[in-house]
């Protein structure tokens, strides 16, 4: 794997600086997202995934995306684990995935059994260590931008409050710290596009 600096420097090489993300460039936000992740204690390959977190564009930020067919140049760039994170992050049917959260919190599904569907409908199997550690990885997205987003406080919070609680302690702390900020309380319901 590159060493940061030099992911930085490519993902900058890519023009990121230069779109706009909640308020801020992208490439801040990609940043962010990873020095947040590195600041909870995760390994340097979840944190390099929360670099590279929506390299490939996401179900609801289309305004960069690397085609897929780059998927062996970032995999040698920021290593295989990093990359399929990444890669998971991006192509995933939040509904699903939301869906696989809640199922492994409550035990329903076996780890050996978990999926996930793409946008087209394609299921992708994942394990019990990938669902959490996407789980960590978006939800920290989220959580380094949800003060300044337009979606707003409410959009999908029961489903992340379950990510927060898959992805154990530190995460839980920094969602409530996060949270507490929450100008005024709403009524909890998911609202949003």
């Known amino acids: ?18 779109i706009d993300h909640t308020g801020h460039d992208f490439l801040r936000h ?28 996401t179900e ?7 085609p897929l067919s780059e998927r062996d140049r970032i995999r040698q760039l920021i290593g295989s684990r990093a990359e399929r994170l990444a890669w998971l992050n991006c192509v995933m049917d939040r509904a699903s995935f939301d869906h696989a959260v809640s199922a492994a919190l409550e035990g329903e599904s076996e ?13 992708i199997s994942v394990d019990a260590n990938d669902l959490r550690d996407l789980a960590t990885v978006h939800l920290f997205d989220w959580l380094e931008q949800v003060e300044r987003s337009e979606f707003g406080w ?14 154990g302690p530190a995460a839980e702390a920094l969602y409530a710290d996060i ?14 596009p």
């Open 1 to 18: 794997m590159a060493a940061a600096q030099q992911l930085i420097d490519y993902l900058r090489g890519l023009g990121t600086a230069e």
């Open 30 to 57: 990609l940043i962010a997202v990873h020095d947040l992740l590195a600041a909870h204690g995760v390994d340097e390959e979840l944190a390099v995934a929360g670099l590279f977190h929506s390299i490939y564009g």
């Open 60 to 66: 609801r930020f289309q305004d960069f995306c690397l």
């Open 111 to 123: 780890p050996a059994k978990l999926t996930i569907s793409d946008r087209d409908g394609v299921q």
């Open 154 to 167: 409410g959009y999908r919070r029961q489903a992340y409050q379950e990510m927060a609680a898959l992805s």
């Open 179 to 192: 949270f507490s900020r929450e100008p005024q309380k709403s009524s909890g319901a998911a609202v949003g």
